[in-house]
Nanobody, 122 residues
Framework: VQPKESGGGSVQIGGSLRLSCTAP????????MGWFRQSPGGGREFIAG????????EYVESVKGRFTISRDNGQRMVYLQMDKLTPEDEAVYFC????????????????WGQGTQVTVSS
């Protein structure tokens, strides 16, 4: 069963969006969760990860200080708050699960969802 992302949309430069993702309980409760993105013509890249208990948070350099990952284990939700968006943030955003954040960072995962499109315009 695939993770399900939502919350994408169109926003102006400097604006904010909050993405959400849910996954089945049997996956969510034992997994680190991460956010990835794929720009047109590019590969899918890891951008943020969070451990199963909310620790071990990591970000790629390009989003540090602008994006915040969080999770609500009771609701089986993981969030990505994105602030100060730039055109370089325009992409399809995905979430996925792995045993730990290091595995998320490597990005060699299966069971991808449809993603959610984020468009940033002037």
């Amino acid at each position: 069963v695939q993770p399900k992302e939502s919350g994408g949309g169109s926003v102006q430069i400097g604006g904010s969006l909050r993405l959400s993702c849910t996954a089945p309980q049997f996956i969510f409760s034992i997994s680190a969760m991460g956010w990835f993105r794929q720009s047109p013509g590019g590969g899918r890249e890891f951008i943020a990860g969070i451990g199963k208990n909310g620790g071990s948070i990591e970000y790629v350099e390009s989003v540090k200080g602008r994006f915040t990952i969080s999770r609500d284990n009771g609701q089986r939700m993981v969030y990505l708050q994105m602030d100060k968006l730039t055109p370089e943030d325009e992409a399809v955003y995905f979430c996925n699960a792995a045993p730990n954040v290091a595995t998320l960072r490597r990005g060699v995962l299966s069971n991808w969802g449809q993603g959610t499109q984020v468009t940033v315009s002037s």
